[in-house]
């Protein structure tokens, strides 16, 4: 279950129509889960729990699964490990140009970005903002974040997914009963998407 969002500043006011897109693209081609028609004809999400709250959130922004994954050309794909600590996937956009989204822990993530988006564009991660979004972080356990990146044409199967230079685009915290039980038990637990 996603237990509470933050995005573009101020999730309160709304979140604005191209940030949604952007976030909502994120959610649904850069995660391991899935969304699936069962027999009833209702959407089912078969995944982790961790994908399951992540996609849940995805539909609950009116995201759809399905149409996200058929529209967009996956270009290139850097699975989770431990060393890096974030995974990524370079995408062909369905109205042109190319977009790298990655996801991880948050300090690897948030470091890889020199931008957030606020209600009306992409503004400068300052050293205050900075601050304020790892007290964010602090908040949510560092549970979730989602990062983008609008690429240059020319970009292929082969070339790295980029490490720099990335928008904050979504942090979500999410709650997870098997980790509570772990953290009640007195063991940390990082959970990031």
Not at 78 to 99: C, D, I
Not at 141 to 157: C, H, K, S, T, W
């Amino acid at each position: 279950m996603t237990r509470k969002p933050w995005m573009c500043l101020n999730v309160s006011n709304g979140i604005h129509e191209s940030a949604k897109k952007i976030l909502v693209h994120s959610i649904f081609t850069n995660i391991g889960g899935e969304v699936v028609v069962n027999k009833e004809g209702k959407n089912e999400i078969l995944g982790s729990p961790t994908d399951t709250a992540i996609l849940e959130f995805g539909l609950s922004l009116g995201g759809d699964f399905q149409a996200e994954r058929e529209s967009t050309k996956v270009i290139r794909v850097e699975l989770f490990n431990s060393t890096k600590k974030q995974m990524g996937v370079v995408l062909e956009l369905p109205e042109g140009g190319v977009r790298a989204h990655c996801k991880g822990t948050s300090e690897i993530v948030l470091a890889a970005c020199d931008k957030v988006i606020n209600q009306n564009c992409e503004v400068t991660l300052d050293d205050e903002l900075l601050s304020y979004l790892k007290s964010i972080i602090d908040t949510f356990a560092g549970e979730a974040l989602r990062i983008y990146m609008d690429l240059e044409d020319g970009v292929f199967a082969d070339t790295p997914i980029p490490s720099l230079g990335y928008t904050c685009n979504g942090i979500v915290g999410i709650k997870i009963s098997s980790v509570q039980v772990s953290r009640n038990q007195w063991l940390f637990v990082n959970q990031l998407v």
